[in-house]
């Protein structure tokens, strides 16, 4: 599957974005998606995922890392082919290049970069203060 993220943008402090993940080539519904982030001279870091369209975590089909918990949304658009973050409450350190990826993985809720198998280009947050 071929993934482009969009969205990105430069916001102050406090202040939302909606990233969007466009995806081509394959079945998206059968993917579980996920974002990462990167910042500056830092490893990629788990952002949120949600499950493919048959699947469930715990009960639920989406995960998000500590940070991020309350303050963003994934979400799926599976007529269209697109996963959604929802950034509200943006905070300075959520400063990163944001990156939407697929996994076909079951079973387990994929959080590490080797769960998945396909990664969009990447784009930029910068929330100034």
């Known amino acids: 599957v071929q993934l482009q993220a969009s969205g990105g943008g430069l916001v102050q402090a406090g202040g939302s974005l909606r990233l969007s993940c466009a995806a081509s080539?394959?079945?998206?519904?059968?993917?579980?998606m996920g974002w990462f982030r990167q910042a500056p001279g830092k490893e990629r870091e788990f952002v949120a995922a949600?499950?493919?369209?048959?699947?469930?975590?715990?009960?639920?089909?989406?995960y998000y890392a500590d940070s991020v918990k309350g303050r963003f949304t994934i979400s799926r658009d599976n007529t269209k082919d697109t996963v959604y973050l929802q950034m509200n409450n943006l905070k300075p350190e959520d400063t990163a290049v944001y990156y939407c990826?697929?996994?076909?993985?079951?079973?387990?809720?994929?959080?590490?970069?080797?769960?998945?198998?396909?990664w969009g280009q990447g784009t930029q947050v910068t929330v100034s203060s």
């Open positions: 080539g394959s079945t998206f519904s059968a993917y579980n």
């Open positions: 949600i499950s493919w369209s048959g699947g469930s975590w715990n009960g639920g089909n989406t």
């Open positions: 990826a697929a996994s076909r993985r079951k079973g387990v809720v994929p959080k590490r970069t080797a769960d998945f198998d396909s």
